[in-house]
Nanobody, 125 residues
């Protein structure tokens, strides 16, 4: 499956952004989807994930209550709505896919096989 992320940009702290990740090539509804982020010189960090049919989600604690992951299987797209952004959210965000029906907390521990290119999010203070 090929993944194309978009929606990054420069915003002020407290504002919102919505990232999108469009998939092609395989049956999108068979894949769990996730967002990760990675700052220069730091390890890649899990941000959020959603199960193949969209009934289950998982978030890293630092974004709970601010970020929402969702998907539209008819459009083969996963979204990350990011509200109340803070400067610490500044980094490159990546979407990823894994062919699995895993749910709940397992979603953050999957080995995601497919990755999109990153999209830069910059939050100014």
């Amino acid at each position: 499956v090929q993944l194309q992320a978009s929606g990054g940009g420069l915003v002020q702290a407290g504002r919102s952004l919505r990232l999108s990740c469009a998939a092609s090539g395989r049956t999108f509804s068979n894949y769990a989807m996730a967002w990760f982020r990675q700052a220069p010189g730091k390890d890649r960090e899990f941000v959020a994930a959603i199960s193949d049919k969209g009934r289950s989600t998982s978030y890293v604690d630092s974004v709970k209550g601010r970020f929402t992951i969702s998907r539209d299987n008819a459009k083969s797209t996963v979204y990350l709505q990011m509200n109340s952004l803070i400067p610490e959210d500044t980094t490159v965000y990546y979407c990823a896919a894994d062919n699995t029906n895993a749910k709940g907390s397992l979603l953050r521990y999957l080995v995601y096989d497919y990755w999109g290119q990153g999209t830069q999010v910059t939050v100014s203070s």
